[in-house]
């Protein structure tokens, strides 16, 4: 948010530098993170003189170039080529003279130097009014109509406006501060802390009168629990034109673009006191009669910004006898809008429920100033008061007269907020006493009434501005703003007990994580927890499952995700859709779900591979990545861990075509495989996805407090002998491994498959397998004999329990 220091002192005398007031608004909990220099024209004139043209001949070399002799006030005229067709003999001009620095248009820097134009040396640059920022004319250069002698700083001649403007960290609770009204407001609080008192100077509203009532227009508020307070009056017979300067600075200082007297007047008000304003044309309101309602779902309404908009039942619309003209608190229609043509005005000023304004709002796509606010909440007191504000400014700098009363619709007063403050809560929550008379004080300089003082605390009274402040904390936190953070002593000794941890931080083990996946070629993604419902109804299962959202920013984000799978496939979609197919990508995030009244929400570790292991090159051939390099990754997940044993085991799943599901101590840890296509296909797929969905606490919780184990480097070597089998294809080489080790688990370290073979060549319902075992003793070099022993009673074991026959 933007802050002009200037328009702020409007509200506040003091005249302390603006690096001094940003500290103490800092202080305050209003952040200041920096200050812009404002001028009203880039650079101030600086280096732009007043010159006298002495002569003015034709270029020799250029038939529309002019070589003028002109006198800056230095010792001798300078030679300056200009192109200007209006340049003649006996002009004062404004002269850039060499080193100057212009801007253009887009605020971009240049410097005037020393050159030759055609031949011709040229010392400085005669000046078109768009040139030095004093207009948008560039039909010729600027003449003055001035006594003052050559080489005078053209700043004497101008009332330029400087200006130092605050940029503020403004957090979304304090809609109380959202103007310069507000800002002032805080700052009086923080000076009389300093003991410095200041009063408020709000600008007077006594001289409002009504001149006639020609232009009365009746209002009706049909839904009064939207619209709590409206109010509006009609001013007639002004002139819509350019604002004056001193305006369009203002609003330029804070950087907003100035339109026209009329629309300037309703945003000044609007960054001075934070209340929205919106003015019709009251021409073209039909019937004479402003109707504030809702309409039939399904309407069109085209917006100020040429587009069409179809409107919802809920939205509030302020209408006429016949149409919508504007979208209430939001955004203005292209047909009621004030133009240079507009001689009448309807001037509205009101207040709207936060709720419907921020759903309206975020229905259509739409974020402007006043619904910025309007959702936040403003003053409901403030209402009328900037509306005769506003009626007043537009009369001083459009004309017209005030031609109705002004309407106040205000059937139900909403009532202050009521709050106990405890003597012992603000002790205990500061920490240090805060002297009774300085609570009181302070609690005064924020408008907050004082209605009740007893010996445990004090009864509040708070204003309804303060829509942040609604209970005791909030009120200590007022408290200690403004009575300084600064300003509550350390303490000299601090107590705490310190448990050790059980074991490893889970975040130091989901650090361990990703650094040993991205080592494995995966990026991270973080996934939007929001999804659309149509991706959750997907898995299958009782849709009352599903968490949804009361507020939703739209249809398409209006459930929370019950998988981690759906942010993983948006993302693959959206690198698919930009060339990049080949994918490693992991996620830690939280899915939601829901059983009557029980709400659960669970972190999960994602796990998703597509495309090919690397691209294509002339040494390798591409090939995809498929169901057993995630199994590998997934291992690799487990085993870095320090997981234990593991059951494996296939399962049917909605989100798969095959899937499998390694288990630890009976409950599922992990399930992984292939995205089931009809899933794919929602999101625009075409190629195969593994995904892997890891239960991360069930995880941490089996592998903590596991024993790390290790065993010497064997000294002697290792020997490798192969089988081929052939067996039924029912048989896993899950189930060989397994028997092989139960076989003879003393030498024998591993088994592996290096080889399977299917086909005609084998009798209907047999496969072959290759395996290598590799044997090895700790203590001794392995003699044939005994490895010739181990191999035949390997084979011994394959043959009764599993059928095998061994391959020739």
Known sequence: MKISYKWLRQFIEMDWPAEKTAELLTDLGLEVEGITPFESVPGGLKGIVVGEVKSCEKHPNADKLSLCQVDIGADKPVQIVCGAPNVAKGQKVPVATIGTTLYTADGEPWKIKKGKIRGEASHGMICAEDEIGLGDSHDGILVLDTDAAPGTPCAELFQLEED?????????NRADAMSHYGVARDLRAGLKQ????????????????????????????????????????????????????????????????PINNVVDATNYVLHELGQPLHAFDADRIHGKKILVKTVKAGTKFMTLDGEERILHEEDLMICDAEKPMCIA??????????TMDTRNIFLESAYFDPVSIRKTAKRHGLNTDASFRFERGIDINNVEYALL??????????????????????????PDHNVFLTYEKIYRLVGTEIPRDTVISILASLDIQVKSVTESGLGLVIPFYRV???????????????????????????????????????????????????????????????????????????????????NPLSQELSALRRDLLFSGLGAISHNLNRRQQDLRLYEFGQIYSREGTQWEERERLALLLTGNQHPDHWE???????????????????????????????????????????????????????????????????????????????????????????????????????????????????????????????????????????????????KSY???????????????????????????AFEKELGAELRG
């Open 164 to 172: 130092e403007v605050f940029e503020i960290g403004l957090t979304p």
């Open 194 to 257: 300093q003991k410095i008192s200041k009063e408020l100077i709000t600008p007077s509203v006594s001289n409002f009168h009504v001149d006639n009532r020609s232009g009365r227009i009746e209002v009706q508020v049909e839904k009064p629990e939207l619209a709590p307070r409206y109010c509006g009056v009609t001013i007639s017979n002004l002139i819509v034109q350019e604002s004056p300067d001193w305006l369009r600075n203002r609003l330029r200082a804070i950087g907003l673009s």
């Open 329 to 338: 608190g939001v955004f203005g229609g292209i047909n009621t809008g004030v």
């Open 389 to 414: 504000r506003a009626a007043i400014l537009i009369r001083d700098i459009a004309g017209g007269e005030i031609s109705s009363d002004a309407v106040d619709l205000y059937p139900k007063k909403m």
């Open 468 to 550: 942040d402040v609604r209970r005791e904390v909030d009120v200590i936190e007022e408290i200690l703003r403004v009575y300084g953070y600064n300003n509550i002593p350390d303490k000299s000794q601090f107590t705490a007990s310190i448990e050790p941890p059980a074991g490893v931080a889970p975040h130091k083990l989901q650090d361990r994580i990703s650094g040993r996946l991205a080592a494995l070629g995966f990026d991270e993604i973080l996934g939007n927890s929001l999804c659309n419902p149509a991706h959750n109804a997907l898995l299958g299962g009782d849709p009352e499952g599903e968490v949804a959202l009361m």
């Open 620 to 766: 390798n051939t591409a090939k995809p990545q498929g169901f057993f390099d995630l199994k590998a990754v997934v291992a690799h997940v487990l085993d870095s861990l320090g997981a234990g044993p593991r059951e494996e085991m296939p399962v049917t799943d909605q989100r798969f075509s095959e899937a499998l599901e390694i288990s630890m101590g009976k409950r599922a840890v992990v399930r992984l495989g292939s995205v089931h296509p009809d899933i794919l296909r929602a999101f625009d797929i075409r190629q195969e996805v593994l995904y892997a969905d890891i239960d991360w606490p069930l995880l941490l919780q089996r592998v903590q407090g596991a024993e790390i184990s290790y065993t010497e480097i064997p000294r002697h070597p290792e020997v490798r002998r192969d089988l081929a089998l052939l067996l039924d294809e029912s048989v896993s080489f899950r189930q060989l491994h397994d028997l092989a080790l139960k076989t003879n688990r003393k030498i024998l370290r591993d088994v592996r498959l290096f080889d399977v073979y299917t086909g005609d060549k084998l009798p209907a319902g047999k």
């Open 770 to 796: 290759a395996l290598s075992f590799f044997l090895q003793d700790p203590k001794k070099t392995l003699a044939d004999k005994q490895i010739d022993s181990v191999m035949g009673s390997l084979q011994k």
